[in-house]
T-cell receptor, first 114, second 113 residues
Framework: QQQVKQSPQSLIVQKGGISIINCAYE??????FPWYQQFPGKGPALLIA?????SEKKEGRFTISFNKSAKQFSLHIMDSQPGDSATYFC?????????????FGKGTLLTVNP | DVKVTQSSRYLVKRTGEKVFLECVQD?????MFWYRQDPGLGLRLIYF???????EKGDIPEGYSVSREKKERFSLILESASTNQTSMYLC????????????FGDGTRLSIL
């Protein structure tokens, strides 16, 4: 049973465009939703995270939108740059805001063309 | 700076061998994790440890075991390697508190021939 469903599997965007990656979860006990970014040859690293008491969180060009009733959350990358090309994983946990015991989506390979 | 070090970047072993993957963190974290990463399947949790000598099974523990004798070191053991265990293996650690991220190593690409 896949608890966090991520789409699309791959995404190609032109430089300066908006990249959007979507995730849906099933377990209503999840209370923390981070996004991890992974560059080739490297391990994933925390990019941005949100808790369900807010509907949006923005850090620079990266924004998480959260819809609790629909059990969905998404990552928006504004003004996408070639350096943003990476694999992005959404995740969820029920650790009260902790990254302990994360359930990951299957990942989205983002390519930003120059 | 936070550092999680995996002992090998690439490893080639033969079917039936006992394989050890080592991970060391320098952050005094209680919690450590082993994942495998396969194309199209994302990150799947194999085992995790929340303290020395303490461990719990993750989502795909079959064919694997772990050892944590010291706080900073977490080992993944393939008791009798099989070709379907060819994969990228990632180790991570975290303090576990609110907002504390998992810190990942750069992975070990293991090939079983």
């Amino acid at each position: 049973q896949q608890q966090v469903k991520q789409s699309p599997q791959s995404l190609i965007v032109q430089k300066g465009g908006i990249s959007i990656i979507n995730c849906a979860y099933e377990n209503t006990a999840f209370d923390y939703f981070p996004w991890y970014q992974q560059f080739p040859g490297k391990g994933p690293a925390l990019l941005i995270a949100i808790r369900p008491d807010v509907s949006e969180k923005k850090e620079g060009r990266f924004t998480i939108s959260f819809n609790k009733s629909a059990k969905q959350f998404s990552l928006h990358i504004m003004d996408s740059q070639p350096g943003d090309s990476a694999t992005y994983f959404c995740a969820a946990s029920k650790g009260g805001g902790s990254n302990y015991k994360l359930t990951f989506g299957k990942g989205t390979l983002l390519t930003v063309n120059p | 700076d936070v550092k999680v070090t995996q002992s090998s970047r690439y490893l080639v072993k033969r079917t039936g061998e006992k394989v050890f993957l080592e991970c060391v963190q320098d952050m005094d974290h209680e919690n450590m994790f082993w994942y495998r990463q396969d194309p199209g399947l994302g990150l799947r949790l194999i085992y995790f440890s929340y303290d020395v000598k303490m461990k719990e099974k993750g989502d795909i523990p079959e064919g694997y075991s772990v050892s944590r004798e010291k706080k900073e070191r977490f080992s993944l053991i393939l008791e009798s390697a099989s070709t379907n265990q060819t994969s990228m293996y990632l180790c991570a650690s975290t303090l576990g508190g609110v907002g504390q991220p998992q810190h990942f190593g750069d992975g070990t690409r293991l090939s079983i021939l």
